[in-house]
């Protein structure tokens, strides 16, 4: 079969439009998506033709490659020396999930790719070059058709691409490959001041993507071994710009702060190195601030004016008067703060510092030092037991580094602290080689992880260390430090008849732990309004993990406040509602502030809680004045005549959860299970004791192999000891437990419902603009409440459907209407009800 194919191009050069219709929208795209590098992509540039058979003597590809992004091709010239050519334009809709591959995120993250320059990987060589950077000598051009593009050539041919060598500096590791060199042998080392300089060059060129696999790793034999320097590739986001406001938001926010634009100064110099930060953590150690400030210094002195213009006239027009002011104003800016942005960087990732020693056999010395610090030195041990060269010498200041990490791998090693004044955290993790611990002294806090075998402890300090003993690996694996923070807000939203519209934020904050997953410990502030009744929820959740022994400490705090409104029929299963009344007749207004505390063991499917709680309840009359909570004849409750007074109650809760959901948003399979014990005693003269226990058992099931028809049923319930008072009682009623009904119709001592629901997957939504599951949900609830003294055989039945849809499998957004005896109720809602 003959294949049709364009004919090669005969010029030298040739003018292109890279990407035009970036050019092309409104002003309200560029405000909200920004201006970025628009004009760039749009205008008329001369670029070279790459013509692959007469480059470097001819050269032929030989693989197709990628990352992320970009479409790549391998080619080899007659020597075997390898060449790359890369896209210039991206391709980034392969880093969305695939069900938003074929919607509006789609355009919007290709849209994005503007904010890349499409020719600033040019000015790289000559700035890295003054700074004694490694770096390869990339042309930007125009492919022609090749013979010697071979299969790949429909691919490539008549393509933008960025041609380089692929190893620069000759033959190199991989990351990965360096730091199994680095881990096996302690005659090799990294170039930490080359390190130090490289993320520099970084900054100054605002390039924030420089991820492992952006790093090769240049081999120099040393006397004992090897020295490894690193070799940067894949320049894309040299002065990446990002000045849109739904850009401006994702880098103030946690999703994307190392994102920072190079129109305008480093906001957060230590999240825009957050790519290589597994590196600077292993490998950076024994570098001391007055040595890194210095080797910064020194890198700066390389630069000025004419170096920055040498570098930028190797823009093409008109790209280099497009931007020439601007870079170079930013580029003299970022001299001239490096060194204060550098050395913030070194304190932020210097407060927590991993030191690691090899496989081979070593000492390791921790003596105080200085000023309440610490010394860590040290030294190999020979096959003989003899000590050796100096591997590590530095001395840590406690006003910067408040906890030291020291990794043992595989070698057998000794350690000895004598530690009489220093206060600096110590971890000590042992491997799997033979350990001899001699902790002479011991003045601050130090844990010991290590294994059951093959471990010697000795010292008169042995008894303040703590001992976290396990053979299981995850005691004693590297796991590189995260310093970082989460920052995350969300909506908070729903829909019921009694409360109307429900509008809020949920603020969560995540801070990392040493061996805790997912995270350290969470901050989470939530707060809604309903625009109907005018009441405020406000929530506080905190969590630390792990923080006594194996079990985490909880905080719950709940302010139901101000104008906090529920509604309150009386006590009993079979409480008169006419639908002619106002229901505001039915509101009571009070304010319900709640503290609980608790330890919560976890296990893969199971959590168990207890702790102390404590509540306190303020009514005020005037909100109520003719209201059904005025008239203490009609309630039943054991504070009808005291609902006007105020009352605290001090207890305690047990809480024991299940969970075998195959999916926590879109079960199909499985069961959840919930039980809470509580009691409260009355701490004042208007506040009675009683006991509460609720449970809830849901259960799943598949009814086709293809699960689209889903049977969810849950059983729930509670039974009440002592007189609780009327806000305590066990409800039914709404959104909760039985649709069809106002939410907290029905109050009473003891409960009892049952939920059914078929769900029915009618298909995957393929849409523009969000994609996800849509379905239909039917469902029949039933349920009653008893009351002493009350005679009732009366059942509550509410019957109904609606749909949902998961958008993008991230929520559920679910619409129903409930029909009972009390009428036709909607209610939307974010995920299901169970």
């Given at each position: 079969?003959?294949?049709?194919?364009?004919?090669?191009?005969?010029?030298?050069?040739i003018f292109?439009?890279?990407?035009?219709?970036?050019?092309?929208?409104?002003?309200?795209h560029?405000?909200?998506?920004?201006e970025?590098?628009?004009?760039?992509y749009?205008?008329?540039?001369?670029?070279?033709?790459?013509?692959?058979?007469?480059?470097m003597?001819g050269?032929?590809?030989?693989?197709?490659?990628?990352?992320?992004?970009?479409?790549?091709?391998?080619?080899?010239?007659?020597?075997?020396?390898e060449?790359?050519?890369?896209?210039?334009?991206?391709y980034?809709?392969?880093?969305l999930?695939?069900?938003?591959?074929?919607?509006?995120a789609?355009?919007i993250?290709k849209?994005?790719?503007s904010?890349?320059?499409?020719?600033?990987?040019?000015?790289?060589p000559?700035?890295?070059?003054?700074g004694?950077i490694?770096?390869?000598?990339?042309?930007i051009?125009?492919v022609?058709?090749d013979?010697?593009?071979?299969e790949?050539?429909?691919?490539?041919?008549?393509?933008?691409?960025?041609f380089?060598?692929?190893?620069?500096?000759?033959?190199?590791d991989?990351?990965?490959?360096?730091?199994?060199?680095?881990?096996?042998?302690?005659d090799?080392?990294?170039?930490?001041?080359?390190?130090?300089?490289?993320r520099?060059?970084?900054v100054?060129?605002?390039?924030?993507?420089?991820?492992?696999?952006?790093?090769?790793?240049?081999?120099?034999?040393t006397?004992?071994g090897?020295?490894?320097s690193?070799v940067?590739?894949?320049?894309?986001?040299?002065?990446?710009?990002?000045?849109?406001?739904?850009?401006?938001?994702?880098?103030s926010s946690?999703?994307?702060?190392?994102?920072?634009?190079?129109?305008?100064?480093?906001?957060?110099?230590?999240?825009?190195l957050?790519?290589?930060?597994?590196?600077?953590?292993?490998?950076t150690?024994?570098?001391?601030?007055?040595?890194f400030d210095?080797?910064?210094?020194?890198?700066c002195?390389?630069?000025?004016?004419?170096?920055f213009?040498?570098?930028?006239?190797k823009?093409?027009e008109?790209?280099?008067?497009?931007?020439?002011?601007?870079?170079?104003?930013?580029?003299?800016?970022?001299?001239?703060t490096?060194?204060k942005?550098m050395?913030?960087?070194?304190?932020f990732?210097?407060?927590?510092v991993?030191?690691?020693?090899?496989?081979?056999?070593?000492?390791?010395?921790?003596t105080?030092?200085?000023k309440d610090?610490?010394?860590?030195?040290i030294?190999?041990?020979?096959?003989?037991g003899?000590i050796k060269?100096?591997?590590?010498?530095?001395k840590?200041?406690p006003?910067?580094?408040?906890?030291?990490?020291?990794?043992?791998?595989?070698?057998n090693d000794?350690?000895?602290?004598?530690?009489?004044?220093?206060?600096?955290?110590l971890?000590?993790?042992?491997?799997?080689?033979?350990?001899?611990?001699?902790f002479?002294n011991?003045?601050?806090?130090?844990?010991?992880?290590?294994r059951?075998?093959?471990?010697?402890y000795?010292?008169?300090?042995?008894?303040?260390?703590?001992?976290?003993?396990?053979?299981?690996?995850?005691?004693?694996?590297y796991?590189?430090?995260?310093?970082?923070?989460?920052?995350?807000?969300l909506?908070n939203?729903?829909?019921n008849?009694?409360?109307?519209?429900l509008?809020?934020?949920?603020?969560?904050?995540?801070?990392?732990?040493?061996?805790?997953?997912?995270?350290?410990?969470?901050?989470?502030?939530?707060?809604?309004?309903?625009?109907?009744?005018?009441?405020?929820?406000?929530?506080?959740?905190?969590?630390?993990?792990?923080?006594?022994?194996k079990?985490?400490f909880?905080?719950?705090?709940?302010?139901?406040?101000?104008?906090?409104?529920?509604?309150?029929?009386g006590?009993g299963?079979?409480?008169?509602?006419?639908?002619g009344?106002?229901?505001?007749?039915?509101?009571?207004?009070?304010?319900?502030?709640?503290?609980?505390a608790?330890?919560?063991?976890?296990?893969p499917?199971?959590t168990?809680?207890?702790?102390?709680?404590?509540?306190?309840?303020?009514y005020?009359?005037?909100?109520?004045?003719?209201r059904?909570i005025?008239?203490?004849?009609?309630?039943h409750?054991?504070d009808?005549?005291?609902?006007?007074?105020?009352?605290?109650?001090?207890?305690?809760?047990?809480?024991?959860?299940?969970?075998?959901?195959?999916?926590d948003?879109?079960?199909?399979?499985?069961?959840?299970?919930?039980f809470?014990?509580l009691?409260?005693?009355?701490?004042?003269k208007?506040?009675?004791?009683?006991?509460q226990f609720?449970?809830s058992?849901?259960?799943?099931k598949?009814?086709?192999?293809?699960?689209?028809?889903?049977?969810?049923?849950?059983?729930?319930?509670?039974?009440t000891?002592?007189?609780?008072?009327?806000?305590?009682?066990?409800?039914?009623?709404?959104?909760?437990?039985l649709?069809g009904y106002?939410?907290?119709?029905?109050?009473g001592?003891?409960t009892?419902?049952?939920?059914?629901?078929?769900?029915?997957?009618?298909?995957?939504?393929?849409?523009?603009?969000?994609?996800?599951?849509?379905?239909?949900?039917g469902?029949?609830?039933?349920?009653?409440?008893?009351?002493?003294?009350?005679?009732?055989?009366?059942?509550?039945?509410?019957?109904?459907?609606?749909?949902?849809?998961?958008?993008?499998?991230l929520?559920?957004v679910?619409?129903?209407?409930?029909?009972?005896?009390d009428?036709?109720?909607?209610?939307?809602?974010?995920?299901f009800?169970?």
């Amino acid at each position: 079969m003959v294949r049709n194919r364009d004919k090669p191009i005969t010029a030298d050069s040739i003018f292109v439009r890279i990407k035009p219709e970036y050019d092309s929208v409104s002003r309200f795209h560029r405000a909200i998506f920004g201006e970025n590098y628009r004009k760039e992509y749009a205008a008329k540039t001369k670029v070279p033709v790459l013509r692959v058979s007469q480059m470097m003597g001819g050269l032929k590809a030989t693989q197709r490659g990628g990352g992320n992004q970009s479409r790549s091709l391998r080619l080899e010239d007659k020597n075997g020396k390898e060449y790359v050519l890369r896209s210039v334009e991206k391709y980034p809709e392969v880093l969305l999930p695939a069900a938003l591959r074929e919607t509006f995120a789609k355009d919007i993250i290709k849209d994005n790719m503007s904010a890349q320059h499409p020719f600033s990987a040019l000015v790289v060589p000559e700035l890295a070059k003054a700074g004694g950077i490694p770096h390869s000598n990339p042309i930007i051009g125009w492919v022609s058709p090749d013979d010697n593009l071979g299969e790949f050539e429909s691919a490539f041919a008549n393509t933008l691409c960025l041609f380089e060598e692929r190893e620069p500096t000759g033959e190199s590791d991989s990351s990965p490959k360096m730091d199994k060199k680095l881990t096996d042998d302690n005659d090799n080392r990294l170039d930490g001041p080359a390190w130090v300089k490289a993320r520099a060059f970084d900054v100054l060129l605002g390039d924030w993507d420089r991820h492992e696999d952006q790093w090769r790793w240049k081999e120099t034999k040393t006397k004992d071994g090897s020295l490894y320097s690193p070799v940067p590739r894949d320049r894309d986001q040299v002065f990446f710009r990002s000045d849109g406001l739904l850009q401006r938001y994702t880098q103030s926010s946690s999703l994307l702060p190392m994102m920072q634009g190079y129109e305008r100064g480093i906001k957060d110099i230590n999240w825009f190195l957050w790519e290589g930060r597994e590196i600077s953590s292993r490998w950076t150690a024994n570098i001391e601030e007055e040595e890194f400030d210095k080797i910064v210094k020194d890198f700066c002195a390389n630069y000025n004016d004419a170096v920055f213009e040498k570098a930028l006239k190797k823009l093409p027009e008109p790209s280099y008067s497009l931007h020439h002011d601007a870079f170079l104003a930013q580029m003299r800016n970022r001299i001239a703060t490096l060194p204060k942005l550098m050395n913030q960087y070194y304190h932020f990732f210097n407060r927590i510092v991993d030191i690691e020693v090899t496989n081979k056999n070593e000492l390791i010395q921790i003596t105080d030092a200085e000023k309440d610090g610490l010394r860590v030195k040290i030294n190999k041990i020979s096959k003989e037991g003899n000590i050796k060269d100096e591997l590590f010498d530095r001395k840590f200041d406690p006003k910067v580094t408040k906890e030291i990490r020291v990794y043992m791998h595989n070698g057998n090693d000794s350690l000895i602290l004598n530690n009489k004044k220093s206060n600096i955290k110590l971890r000590i993790i042992g491997g799997k080689g033979t350990k001899v611990y001699d902790f002479a002294n011991s003045n601050g806090s130090v844990k010991l992880y290590g294994r059951t075998d093959k471990a010697t402890y000795n010292g008169a300090d042995i008894n303040k260390i703590r001992k976290i003993i396990s053979n299981d690996t995850s005691n004693f694996s590297y796991i590189p430090k995260d310093m970082y923070r989460r920052n995350s807000w969300l909506l908070n939203a729903g829909y019921n008849q009694d409360d109307g519209l429900l509008l809020g934020l949920i603020y969560k904050q995540t801070n990392p732990g040493f061996r805790k997953q997912p995270y350290g410990n969470s901050q989470t502030i939530s707060f809604l309004h309903s625009f109907s009744t005018k009441a405020f929820r406000f929530n506080y959740k905190g969590e630390w993990l792990k923080a006594l022994g194996k079990g985490d400490f909880v905080v719950k705090a709940d302010a139901f406040a101000p104008n906090n409104t529920q509604n309150f029929f009386g006590l009993g299963n079979e409480t008169p509602f006419n639908d002619g009344d106002n229901i505001r007749y039915y509101r009571a207004r009070f304010n319900l502030y709640q503290v609980d505390a608790s330890i919560r063991w976890r296990r893969p499917k199971s959590t168990f809680s207890v702790g102390p709680s404590y509540q306190y309840y303020k009514y005020n009359q005037e909100d109520n004045d003719g209201r059904f909570i005025e008239n203490p004849s009609l309630l039943h409750s054991s504070d009808s005549i005291t609902v006007r007074n105020e009352k605290m109650f001090a207890g305690a809760f047990v809480n024991f959860t299940n969970n075998t959901r195959d999916n926590d948003l879109l079960p199909t399979l499985g069961s959840y299970v919930d039980f809470k014990l509580l009691g409260y005693k009355g701490v004042n003269k208007y506040s009675n004791s009683y006991g509460q226990f609720t449970a809830s058992i849901a259960l799943y099931k598949n009814l086709d192999g293809r699960k689209n028809f889903i049977l969810a049923d849950r059983f729930g319930g509670g039974v009440t000891i002592g007189k609780p008072a009327f806000y305590q009682a066990l409800y039914l009623g709404g959104q909760g437990n039985l649709l069809g009904y106002r939410q907290f119709r029905f109050a009473g001592e003891h409960t009892f419902y049952n939920n059914l629901e078929l769900r029915a997957k009618l298909g995957d939504l393929v849409s523009y603009v969000l994609p996800g599951q849509i379905g239909l949900l039917g469902f029949y609830d039933v349920g009653r409440v008893w009351k002493r003294d009350e005679t009732s055989t009366l059942w509550h039945h509410g019957v109904g459907g609606g749909v949902y849809f998961a958008p993008a499998s991230l929520t559920v957004v679910r619409f129903v209407m409930g029909h009972s005896s009390d009428g036709w109720y909607p209610y939307v809602s974010l995920n299901f009800r169970y």
